[in-house]
């Protein structure tokens, strides 16, 4: 079959060139394109050079239809219009489609659920391992607690980070609603401030922590009368997202279309 050759969005950034270096130490994978949005001042740089794993051949471009088209997958950690963009394109292409962007709104998701119809689309708002087990057992815990115990959802990030609550948080939240076979979305309390009353019941609340160079930290807390249980990750390096979304491209590879979760990558799924 080949080396999967892999499109890297947002290649000149942080994230871009931590996927670029893990590809370069990945076995059966290999740097095919790389994109960033236009105007970049890394348009026409080598990604190689640029992640520091020196000279490959592969300038980063503006243009994604060229390199999509004779590509096996993407690799996206963008915006959510570039990433709903870029569903159009691997299910023209019929291509695999890796996708680590946060911050989508219903429209986004719709847009990505109809391109899944063509295209094989592993979505996550965390690709580490340590996270998606960690989503397992809040899930696991929402459904063992009672009532009696409140649930929160904490979460930091470095200062440049633009969405709030974070993917991971909204993943952990996902999941402590369905251990209590609840929407979140009808539950959710994402801001606090002066006189609230008390606390709703079945509520599920996040708070939002932002400052410095911290990669992520998120820890669900499950209040309860007289004890407090909290699980909790820390990540300490973007490779461990780089590496779990390569992992979810070479998983996906020859699977038939759809919209795959990192549980499904892992053999976490329930169903």
């Not at 994109?35 to 992640?51: I, T, V």
């Amino acid at each position: 079959m080949g080396d999967m050759k892999l499109v890297v969005t947002g290649a000149g950034g942080r994230m871009g060139r931590t996927i670029v270096r893990a590809i370069q130490e990945t076995e059966g994978l290999r740097l095919h394109g790389a994109l960033e949005r236009d105007g970049s001042e890394q348009l026409g740089k080598d990604a190689g050079e640029l992640a520091g794993v020196g000279h490959l051949g592969v300038e980063i471009s503006a243009d994604p239809l060229p390199l999509i088209a004779h590509a096996d997958g993407i690799i996206d950690f963008s915006t959510p219009d570039a990433t709903v963009a870029n569903a159009g394109y691997a299910a023209q292409a019929r291509i695999v489609h890796v996708i680590g962007t946060t911050g989508c709104t219903g429209g986004h998701e719709d847009a990505i659920k109809a391109a899944a119809r063509h295209a094989t689309i592993v979505k996550s708002g965390n690709m580490s391992l340590g996270v998606n087990l960690l989503a397992v057992l809040v899930e696991e815990a929402a459904r063992a607690l009672s009532g009696e115990f409140d649930i929160e959802i904490l979460e930091m990030h470095h200062r440049h980070k633009v969405d709030a609550p974070s993917g991971t948080a909204l993943l952990l939240g996902e999941a402590a609603a369905a251990g209590r076979a609840i929407a979140l979305e009808e539950n959710a309390v994402r801001t606090r401030d002066g006189h609230t009353g008390a606390r709703p019941e079945g509520a599920i609340g996040f708070a939002t922590l932002r400052g410095g160079s911290v990669v992520g930290e998120h820890s669900a807390i499950f209040a309860g009368p007289a004890e407090t249980l909290v699980l909790s990750h820390k990540a300490e390096d973007r490779a461990i997202f780089a590496n779990g979304a390569l992992r979810a491209a070479l998983w996906a590879r020859g699977r038939k279309p759809g919209l795959y979760s990192m549980r499904d990558v892992l053999g976490l799924s329930r169903d």
